[in-house]
C-alpha cells in the first residue's frame, strides 16, 4: 500500500453557494477523467443536493459539504469516479426518500450497490451500543468482513464518512463526543489498520484521543509542539541523505517522513511506563520501491 496523504476537506464559508461548490468541485476532478465520468459524478452532485436539500450539520453547514469531503478523502485514494459518486450519495437513501432504484437510474447499478452497501453498514453503531465489546468485536468484524467481501470499496467510503464526521465532532454534545470517538477507536482505526491506509488510522485515532481523553490528549500534543521544529529539521535532514544515498545505488524510491501520531506515543509511554523525554522515536520514516529486490538493495 502506498502512503497517501489524506487530503483536507473542502473548503467552504458558513454559507456557501451551492452551484460554485459543485462547480469547483467537478472542476477539480475533471483532469484525466472521460466526458461520461464527469456527467456521471454530476447527476450524483445534484442528487445529494436534492436529497439533502433541507439539511443541515450540526455545524450549521449544508450537509452537501460533507458528502463532497467523503469525496475529496477518496480521492486521495485515488479511487474511481463510482466511488466518487457513490461517497456523494452514501447517506440519501438512509437520510431520505430516495431509493436505490434513483440511484441506479441517475447513476448506474455499481453506484448503486456501493450505496446499499454503506446503508447496510449503518447497523454497525446499534451493534456497539447495545452489546459488550467482547461480542462486538467478532460481530462487527464479520459484518465489515462480509462487506469488504463483496466490495472493499464500500468500507472505504464508510472509513472516509467517519473521518470527516470525526473532523467536524466538536460541533455535538460531549456525551455523542465520547461515543463516536469509543466507536471510531473500537472500530473504524483498527479496520483502517487492518486495510493498510495508515494515513486515515493515524488521524482516526488521534481524535479519538482527543474525546475520550483530552486532558492527556493536550498535555502530549504539548509536549510535541514545543520540539516539532527540531523533528521537522531531522526528518527533512534524513531524507535528504536517504534519497542522495539511493540516487547512487540506482534505487528509486518514495521517501516519506513524518512525527508520529500523538496516540502511539502515548500508547508507548503507558505501555513503557516512560515520561514524554524518554520517548526517543517520536519520528518515523517510509521508503516505498517498486519491487522487493529494490528493497532489498534500499536496506543494504
Not at 204 to 211: A, K, M, T
Request: some cysteine; overall charge neutral; glycine content about 4%.
Amino acid at each position: 500500500m502506498v502512503y497517501v496523504e489524506s487530503p483536507t476537506a473542502t473548503e467552504v464559508s458558513e454559507t456557501p453557494d451551492l452551484e460554485q461548490l459543485k462547480s469547483r468541485w467537478l472542476e477539480s476532478v475533471a483532469e484525466g477523467r472521460p466526458a461520461e465520468e464527469l456527467e456521471m459524478l454530476s447527476r450524483a452532485l445534484n442528487l445529494a443536493e436534492g436529497a439533502h436539500r433541507e439539511q443541515r450539520r450540526a455545524s450549521g453547514e449544508p450537509y452537501l459539504t460533507h458528502a463532497i469531503a467523503v469525496a475529496d478523502t477518496l480521492i486521495g485514494l485515488r479511487m474511481d469516479s463510482e466511488t466518487l459518486a457513490a461517497a456523494m450519495l452514501h447517506d440519501v437513501v438512509e437520510d431520505s426518500e430516495l431509493e436505490s432504484a434513483d440511484i441506479e437510474a441517475a447513476c448506474g447499478p455499481g453506484v448503486a450497490r456501493l450505496v446499499e452497501g454503506v446503508t447496510k453498514m449503518s447497523a454497525i453503531p446499534n451493534l456497539h451500543d447495545a452489546q459488550g465489546r467482547a461480542q462486538l468485536k467478532a460481530e462487527s468484524l464479520r459484518k465489515m468482513l462480509l462487506a469488504m467481501a463483496e466490495d472493499v470499496r464500500v468500507v472505504l467510503i464508510k472509513l472516509a464518512d467517519r473521518l470527516h464526521n470525526m473532523r467536524t465532532l466538536k460541533h455535538l454534545r460531549e456525551d455523542k463526543q465520547r461515543r463516536i470517538a469509543r466507536e471510531t477507536m473500537d472500530i473504524y482505526a483498527p479496520l483502517a489498520n487492518r486495510l493498510g491506509i495508515w494515513q486515515i488510522k493515524w488521524e482516526l485515532e488521534d481524535l479519538s484521543f482527543r474525546y475520550l481523553d483530552p486532558g492527556t490528549y493536550k498535555q502530549v500534543a504539548r509536549f510535541l509542539d514545543e520540539r516539532r521544529v527540531d523533528r521537522q529539521r531531522y526528518i527533512d535532514k534524513v531524507i535528504a541523505t536517504l534519497e542522495r544515498e539511493l540516487t547512487k545505488a540506482g534505487v528509486k524510491a518514495d521517501i516519506k517522513g513524518r512525527p508520529k501520531h500523538i496516540y502511539s506515543i502515548w500508547k508507548k509511554m503507558r505501555g513503557k511506563q516512560l515520561p514524554f523525554d524518554q520517548v526517543f522515536d517520536v519520528r518515523a520514516l517510509r521508503v516505498v520501491v517498486d519491487d522487493v529486490p529494490a528493497c532489498y538493495a534500499a536496506l543494504a
